[in-house]
């Protein structure tokens, strides 16, 4: 009698174990499929910026740096970069192209230049698809983050090398306020 209760929770046991474990693959590909979406609109914009930064540039003699700097960012290879670095260095992109932003409401012209404003268009299109795509990522590492550190199945976890993932976090710049100057 005693042996079938013990074989009972064994059973139970391993019924669990692979219960888990397979929960376990199915949130960690869940977000590297919600990162895979997010770096397809990391990539566009990557690609459209060099555009971007060509139409401004003729317009922007005396503002140099800040094309220059979104230049060097986007000079280094995305595909030679890990999760991580594309998503440093594309904060970093963002916090330059904002300032772009509010430097090219000094030029009028530019502003009224046809490409520019197709340019400016897909960017503001890529940028709406990307924060959709960041809050997609975020809920798949949010559960994902659940399942390692709530036990039991934590204890699966730290037995199979399952770790908690980052989530895709605003920088301490982009949680100030705008400041506005007249």
């Not at 979104?70 to 594309?86: A, D, G």
């Not at 430097?103 to 940028?127: C, G, M, R, T, W």
């Amino acid at each position: 009698m005693i042996l079938y209760v013990v074989i009972g929770v064994i059973v139970i046991l391993m019924i669990y174990l692979f219960l888990c474990y397979n929960s376990f693959v199915k949130l960690n590909n869940q977000v590297k499929e919600a990162f895979s979406t997010m770096d397809v609109y990391l990539k566009k914009r990557w690609e459209l910026i060099p555009n971007l930064v060509s139409t401004v540039k003729g317009y922007m003699k005396h503002e140099k740096e800040t094309l220059e700097e979104i230049v060097e960012l986007r000079n280094t290879s995305y595909e030679e970069m890990n999760e991580i670095k594309k998503v440093d260095v594309n904060n970093k992109i963002s916090q330059g192209l904002k300032r772009l932003m509010a430097i090219v409401e000094n030029y009028p012209d530019l502003k009224a230049n046809e490409n520019f404003i197709d340019l400016n268009n897909q960017l503001s299109k890529i940028e709406e698809d990307l924060a959709n795509a960041r809050k997609y990522y975020n809920g798949s590492v949010r559960l994902y983050n659940n399942k390692v550190e709530m036990f039991p199945s934590n204890v699966i976890a730290k037995l199979f090398g399952y770790k908690p993932k980052d989530m895709f976090e605003a920088t301490k710049e982009e949680r100030e306020n705008v400041k506005v100057g007249l």
